[in-house]
Structure formats: structure tokens, C-alpha cells
Nanobody, 116 residues
Framework: VQLQAFGGGLVQAGGSLGLSCAAS??????????VGWYRQAPGKQRELVAK???????HYADFVKGRFTISRDIRKNTVYLEMTGLNSEDTAVYYC?????????WGKGTLVTVSS
């Protein structure tokens, strides 16, 4: 399984940005495990942002609730993260991941920088 994230960049505070994560190596992989996004800000630990759980419900970290939306397209084997109301604290490298039966797969991160 390989994951590749796209869509990072520079955005002004209050703006929006969308990330996508394309999975390859296994058909319909985005619905065959826990899939989602983590982020890591400079000098901080990696933290969960949002995910689809094994029963396909969504889970969001408190700090993004109401601002970020996770979605997926099974046919495209892609997971998305739509981010709105961005602020400087959202500046981080964002990583998509897949947890399939306890095995973690990570995509290379994509940098999101929010300017104030």
C-alpha cells in the first residue's frame, strides 16, 4: 500500500484549503481500514486530525470540529480533508495514514502554512 498526499500550500488566516490522499496497491483500500489524517507542527508531536473509523463513522479532533471535513471516494481510492477557517495554529505538515489490521501505512507529508 502506498499513500500520496497532495494539496498543501500557503493560505491566509481565515482561508480554506483542501488536501487529498491517493492510495494505491490495494483495491478499495480506503474502506478497508481506519484511514485519516494526522499533522505535526514544528516542535510538536504528531496529532490526529480526522479519520474514518472501521465502521465508517468519522472522528475529528476537538480543535478542528466544525472547520475540517474528511471525506473519501472509494472509486478513486482517495481520502480528502477540506479545511476551512484556517488559523496559524493549523500550520503543520499533514500526513495521511491507513491502519489496516494494526499495520500503519503513511504518506509523505504535505506542508500547510497559514499566514496571519
Amino acid at each position: 500500500v502506498q499513500l500520496q498526499a497532495f494539496g498543501g500550500g500557503l493560505v491566509q488566516a481565515g482561508g480554506s484549503l483542501g488536501l487529498s490522499c491517493a492510495a494505491s496497491g490495494s483495491r478499495n483500500i480506503v474502506v478497508r481500514g481506519v484511514v485519516g489524517w494526522y499533522r505535526q507542527a514544528p516542535g510538536k508531536q504528531r496529532e490526529l486530525v480526522a479519520k474514518f473509523t472501521a465502521d465508517s463513522s468519522t472522528h475529528y479532533a476537538d480543535f478542528v470540529k466544525g472547520r475540517f471535513t474528511i471525506s473519501r471516494d472509494i472509486r478513486k481510492n482517495t481520502v480528502y480533508l477540506e479545511m476551512t477557517g484556517l488559523n496559524s495554529e493549523d500550520t503543520a505538515v499533514y500526513y495521511c495514514y491507513l491502519n489496516k489490521v494494526g499495520v500503519y501505512y503513511w504518506g509523505k507529508g504535505t506542508l500547510v502554512t497559514v499566514s496571519s
